[in-house]
């Protein structure tokens, strides 16, 4: 339970408590545990137990009915689209701008720590200038 707990989760409470196991034995008890863990938000959502659709099997259904509330996407992303101008323009300036920076001073740890920045610093300014901001809806296309 306490793993349960510690993931969100709440334990869920049969309507009705009726066995869910039915021995073909007389002398085996019909007792079973059964647990059903729930997200929080479904915390008051009860499950049902129908013994009338268990055969041929000796186990009994647990039918649960969970809420389904409408998903509302909403967030925004920086993209190229793929063949566009935009996404040839931020190649080139990627291109040109390694180009443009000194390769041959890699003899320390801290030379090398700056050329990566620079190369960092080329690609994050390429991508600024030629991404465009998009916003993705529960609405937008696939």
């Known amino acids: ?13 049969p ?18 545990i059964d647990l059903i863990f729930l997200g929080m938000s479904c915390a008051q959502v009860l499950h049902r ?3 009338d659709l268990r055969r041929p099997s000796d186990h009994t259904p647990l039918l649960v009915d969970l809420p389904i509330s409408p998903e509302n996407i909403h967030f925004s992303r920086k ?12 190649l080139s300036s990627v291109t040109m701008g390694l180009c443009a920076l000194n390769f ?4 320390s740890v801290d030379n090398l720590d700056l050329l990566s920045k620079a190369i960092s610093r080329v690609i994050s300014n390429a991508w600024d200038a ?13």
């Open 1 to 13: 339970m306490d793993l349960a707990d510690s993931l969100g989760l709440v334990c869920s409470l």
């Open 15 to 32: 309507e009705l408590p009726v066995s869910t196991h039915y021995s073909d034995t007389d002398s085996h008890a019909n007792s079973v």
């Open 49 to 51: 137990i129908e013994p």
């Open 79 to 90: 993209v190229l689209k793929c063949d566009s101008d935009e996404k040839n323009d931020f």
């Open 104 to 107: 041959s001073r890699l003899d």
């Open 130 to 142: 030629n991404a465009r901001n998009i916003t993705v809806t529960t609405q937008s296309k696939e």
